[in-house]
């Protein structure tokens, strides 16, 4: 069919646009619970022990997960725990991060990564990002100091940077190094599954997760001793005995615990979900990738770096152009011809309408608040000598810059091949207009 100048003309400028019907929500494991999750969450209810510990008669679903976890991807031991923050907090504390301490993290991250330095007593010590939208390794070292105690490693949008490297100077630094895998379970870098670089790892299994049971997470690591204390943190403070049973009576193991265990109901959900994760993972990246194939013909956008596309988990595709007006207007238009989700979906759209991932939105950071009325642990002496940091804008200027010119589309799992087509079709339909193709 000859091709009219309506179907030329975009569609914020008033012309047919490429697709009508909203694409799928951008939750990728949500599209997929069906009948196995239901099965083992049944299980529990029928069984009456939604606890994981003891019970009428326990399912053990929490441990068959972390146990399959292990197995799946090498990891010597897993501990499910209630979200991915709490993971976060948990893995700072057992490595005894606290007041008089930096933790080195990305400035693009999500608000959690702060959160859980700043509520451990630590100061984030802020470290640009390069074209992976991970940590940039030079400014990581140009960072690090007598105060670094870790490294808070956030394997972004569904993919890890330069995660070798990065382990490297941890190692030759003597810095812990925390892997920040929420945004990129099932992913891996040239064969190693992301969490087994670092000394402890942190999944999320929030809805818009690889993965998900509404909310969860996991924390993994190789040393015995550290996942003793990992263990007991994530509970009350304390060991438990075969029996489930608290057993207080070991004083090397005494702490005070946040209270994020995963609940049986949960880990049945999580334990389904896990068992599909490879699958949500491929769909994601072999859609993801095959629009990128298809639009490296147009040099005005500049694709995220990706280390290894094999090991992208694919949830998102990041690309940047010239500058922060092309961004907007390119985005824009290429929402206008139907690529979006449903109402309320965050599929597509400019990355400065990303909240809270860039470190300058975080009102809580900027303006340096507390949960106390102390002003804790800014105002800690042992963090005297982070005073005059301020994270407001201007502090990264690669963060800064890739913030304003760079716009994000959201791949969901179940993309059917016209629904990629279709993506395809929108952004070429746009470049021509824009960029005079
Ligand atoms: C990079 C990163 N870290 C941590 C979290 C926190 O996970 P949760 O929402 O499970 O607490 C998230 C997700 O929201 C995240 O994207």
Redesign the pocket.
Known sequence: MPVTDQEHKLAIDGGTPVRTTPLPWELPGAHWIGEEERELVDRVLRSQSPFRFYGIDPQYMVETLEREWCETYGHKHALAVS???AA?SIALSALEVGPGDEVLVAGY??V??ISAIVRAGAIPRLVDIDDTFCMDVKDLESKISSRSRAILL?HMSGAPGHVTEIAEIARKHGLGLIE?C??AAGGSQNGTPVGRFGDIATF?F?MNKNMTSG?G?MIVCKDDELFRRIVAMHDLGYARNEAGRFDPSDETCQFWGIGARMSDLTGAMALAQSRKLGRITGAMRRAKWRIREALSEIPEIQFRHVIDPEGDSGPFMIMSFEDADICSRFMAAVKAEGIHGPEGSLSCLPMRDWGLHWYFNIPSLTEKRSNSRDGYPWTHPDNAFASQIDYHRGLLPVCDDLHDRSGLLSIASILTDADVDDIIQAFRKVAAAYFNR
């Open positions: 979200s991915g923050t976060l991250m999500w959690s990564c956030v920040d929420a945004q999320s929030q909310d997470g």
